[in-house]
């Protein structure tokens, strides 16, 4: 039974930064997909970024690299999203998912069996 954790969602001023953390448990990332995404008020879901736990390959929303990076600690089973210079419209309720291999750059939220709760992201 897998079961994924995400803490480090709140609010911030312009310009503002936050890091996401998800810690996954009954699940291994060694040689697996993470992925955040998001859902706004009244918007479908978008695939914010992706991370393959072998090679640490990512992909990003078109939107946000540059200014968004994710990164893993496979000793942890934890994967982190930083977010730097928010933007009213990165305000979102952000979900941890996990999924196989194949098919992780693919940011399509459809693709992940396996979400979080969700924290909530706001840019105030």
């Known amino acids: 039974h897998v079961q994924l954790v995400e803490s480090g969602g709140g609010s911030v001023q312009t310009g503002g930064s936050l890091r996401l953390s998800c810690t996954a448990s009954g699940y291994t990332t060694r040689s697996n997909c993470m992925g955040w995404i998001r859902q706004a008020p009244g918007k479908e879901r978008e695939g914010v970024a992706a991370?393959?736990?072998?090679?640490?390959?990512?992909w990003y929303g078109e939107s946000l690299k540059g200014r968004f990076n994710i990164s893993q600690d496979n000793t942890k089973n934890t994967v982190y999203l930083q977010m730097n210079s928010l933007k009213p419209e990165d305000t979102a309720m952000y979900y941890c998912a996990a999924g196989p291999s194949a098919g992780c750059g693919s940011l399509d939220p459809t693709y992940f069996p396996a979400w979080g709760q969700g924290t909530q992201v706001t840019r105030l």
């Open positions: 991370i393959l736990a072998a090679g640490g390959y990512t």
